[in-house]
């Protein structure tokens, strides 16, 4: 195993960085000349194609994380990892049919926006504070710290370049605002994808070596037959992945606040569609959910293919980490390491397109955020469009400079970085999405629900965590917990999840209901069944995706 890269790799890496940075350059270009407005910069309102803004979905949301960890948890759990991309595909539908006419008949261009909107300024201001310092905290800070690992351990480039190069790369791309973002994440996908195929498709060729056989299919024939234990989705109680992915709550509980929440109320995703018509989002969404299908053949099967050969004796040593252990976090950069020099680097590029795209995709939403609902709020109500668009530049730069500083100070490795951001964001995604959910299809929800759902929210969260232990109720009805790894009772995250949410609209009904101006209630929003029609070709696709997600399940159950 030749670890590191070759000069043939660095040629390919090089190609990859001039293609994305000459085209993101001439797309700038384009625009300079035009008069300089904020709609433009933060949302690029008209101009991404349905291509552009499915790419953009896509390369905004796999980052290290999903190669690296779930290229990890293909190998310690197997498939069932995979449930984060197949229902994020279902969910997207969702998105798409109902959420999206609702955003775009109101002209929303933030999340802040809409909660003011629907409920008032406090519930917006509370709002869009709590997402900077999620986003720069907890999202930016773990996408370019796991990337600049990622790479280091790939490359053998110090860890600290690796860092601030990513940054650099990533503030180029995002100051040339959403469009320049849009369109140059239609190559970083490209990249992305056929480098991801290229390492999935040497893996399997792997496996079928090892057992005597050629081709990737027979190598896939034999990780079913040698792991059948990787190959299922719906985890039973005895299993040790229970925790994680308990059961049928999968399908039907908590994943579904997880992916509604992240895909329908997040300004760092939806930013990508709300400048377009409602066809053209719709288009571009569809067009995501069919990417999402296949990322588990990117991200997954190559763990499940590390774990069959290291089943084989092979990577004993270089799955260790660093306590000794077994590391499945390892796998993936183990697998790129077998690569032949050229195609490394073509997968190298595929996992930087991937960091740095989801780099500048959150860079932008965190000066979308600041400049529309804070700047332009309380510090320069008469902001002309030039002063928006610098004071978003500026915030670009600082958040990106911010997050290379305290990356390293916040425990990131320890956690894994899949669970870094799971366990801080699910906090409070399920009073979030209360509060969206509610304000779209209930006409009495008011703020003092949604300011309820938000705190409650998240107090109910740290509640539920230690209530098992604190109060010796280990199964209920209502949940069944695990020992985890300091010797607590615990409920999986997902069915906490899901009760806290129950909670968190319980809470704003009955607060509805017990404030009689919410009867005619002027902020509610009027929905008719006219706004979700769908168009044939759009119905077509969307029940394709769910079909092949029944089958899947159906196929790995």
Known sequence: MQKGLQTL???????????????????????????????????????????????????????AEQ???????GFTMGLGISTYEWMAAATLMIVAIFFMPIYLKNRIFTMP????????????????VFWLILYVVVNLTSILYLGALAITTISGIDFNICMW???FFAVVITLGGMKVIGFTDVIQVFFLILGGLATTYLALNLVSSEFGEQGAIKGMSQMLANADDHFHMIFKKSSPHYPSLPGLTVLVGGMWIVNLNYWGCNQYITQRALGADLPTAREGILFAAF????????????????????????FQQEMLGADGTVNGDHAYPVLLNLLPSGLKGLSFAALTAAIV???????????TIFTLDIYRKFIKKDATEQQLVNVGRIVIVVAMILAIFISPLLGIDKKGGFQYIQEYTGYVSPGIFAVFFLGFFWKRANSAGALV???????????????????????????????????????????????????????????????????NNPRGLVIDSSMFRMKTGFAIGATVIL???????????
């Not at 989801?358 to 000066?367: Q, R, Y």
């Not at 199964?475 to 906490?496: A, W």
């Open 165 to 167: 190069a990513l940054a």
């Open 67 to 73: 190669f690296i960890g779930m290229a990890g948890s």
């Open 291 to 314: 990417l999402k299908l296949l990322m588990p053949l990117i991200v997954v099967i190559p763990g499940i293919a590390a774990y069959v050969l290291y089943s084989k004796g092979m």
């Open 113 to 128: 926006q809409f909660l003011t909107q629907r409920y008032n300024s406090t519930v917006s201001t509370i709002m869009a």
């Open 547 to 557: 079909v092949v997600i029944t089958i899947l399940y159906t196929t790995f159950w």
């Open 357 to 367: 795209a989801s780099l500048a995709g959150k860079a932008n939403s965190i000066s």
């Open 453 to 519: 759902a938000t705190i409650g929210g998240v107090i109910m969260s740290f509640v539920l965590k230690y209530f098992p232990e604190q109060t010796g109720l280990y199964d209920t009805l209502l949940y069944s917990t695990f020992v985890d790894g300091e010797g607590q009772h615990i409920i999986p995250f997902l069915d906490r999840m899901g009760l806290v949410f129950l909670f968190c609209a319980l809470s704003m009904i009955i607060i509805g209901l017990a404030d009689p101006s919410t009867k």
């Open 9 to 63: 790799d660095y040629l390919v890496f090089l190609f990859y960085f001039i293609v994305v940075a000459s085209y993101g350059y001439w797309i700038y270009q384009k625009k300079k000349s035009k008069e300089a407005s904020s709609t433009d910069f933060f949302l690029a309102e008209g101009s991404l194609t349905w291509w552009a803004i499915g790419a953009s979905l896509i390369a905004s949301n796999i980052s």
